[in-house]
């Protein structure tokens, strides 16, 4: 397509120089046969940076205390205040960032769940629960099953990350 890319990271692409209109239709084209879509709205994109951020957070992380932390994680990433963040996501989304944050980690415990190496206090520890009273109430919130339950049903009602 002759598009001169300088940096590509996830979800991210920095161009050199703009594109012209005819080249930008042509490209969202493209991503969309791909099953993608060009953000070039800036609250859009920065959507999508905090969906990446607790996404990154929860699926990709190995140590529970870092999960959780988000009015420290997600301003210190971005740049920006956590209040402005947080009303933007609200705004865009109709859900708080509290929230998917909470979908997140339940799609991931219902992984481990499913894998079945850990037990349900495992997984309340390494999704940085409280305790697994906790975890297990929220839960059974989100999926209207206990964590027992889901494991003994072996339901894999997951949801693909960015169907969240």
């Known amino acids: 397509m002759g598009i001169e890319d300088i940096d590509v990271g996830l979800g ?29 709205n800036r609250n859009s994109q920065l959507v999508e940076k905090i969906k990446n951020a607790i996404i990154s957070m929860v699926h990709h992380q190995h140590e529970p205390e870092r999960i959780g932390r988000l009015s420290e994680q997600i301003p210190n990433q971005l740049g920006l205040s956590y209040s402005f963040l947080s009303k933007l996501f609200s705004t865009q989304e109709g859900m708080t960032i509290e929230k998917y944050l909470i979908l997140q980690k339940i799609e991931k415990a219902k992984e481990l769940l499913i894998y079945g190496e850990l037990n349900v206090s495992e997984i309340a520890f390494q999704l940085n629960y409280s305790s697994s009273q906790h975890f297990s109430r929220q839960f059974k919130a989100v999926t209207g099953l206990s964590p027992s339950l889901f494991m003994k ?12």
């Open 12 to 40: 991210e692409v920095k161009l050199a120089n703009p594109l012209d209109d005819d080249i930008q239709r042509k490209l969202e084209i493209k991503l969309k046969e791909l099953g993608f879509e060009l953000l070039s």
């Open 153 to 164: 049903l072996k339901n894999s009602g997951r949801k693909p990350l960015d169907g969240i």
